[in-house]
């Protein structure tokens, strides 16, 4: 994958992640910000602060959350972002992570 398409598919992943974000975070007590390539997600109780960012140098999404980083590469036969050690796509980290910080099953 070349700096160009990385760029795009992080782009369009976050976007995505972002819209759904959105629908759910007055559910579950979050905002979440789509700025200058970077995703925040807030909590105000208890309060928290997750960050999703693209990496390009390395192509990857990586993740702050829970005192954690996370690092998704992309897969070309699931086209998504994806965490190698349990091969869950973007969208389950971020579901398990905030159902971890507010303690409700969160699905997006």
Avoid at 40 to 50: A, K, L, V, Y
């Amino acid at each position: 994958m070349d700096d160009k398409e990385f760029e795009r598919q992080a782009d369009s992943a976050l976007a995505r992640l972002n819209r759904k974000l959105g629908a759910a975070g007055d559910n579950f007590g979050f905002e979440s910000d789509f700025n200058a390539g970077a995703l925040t997600i807030e909590f105000d109780e208890p309060p928290g602060r997750f960050v999703v960012s693209p990496n390009s140098p390395v192509k990857q999404i990586w993740v702050s959350a829970l005192t954690r980083s996370f690092k998704l590469h992309w897969d070309d036969t699931r086209q998504e972002f994806v965490l190698p050690e349990t091969g869950q796509a973007l969208d389950a980290v971020i579901e398990e992570a905030i159902g971890k910080h507010t303690g409700e099953q969160v699905k997006l």
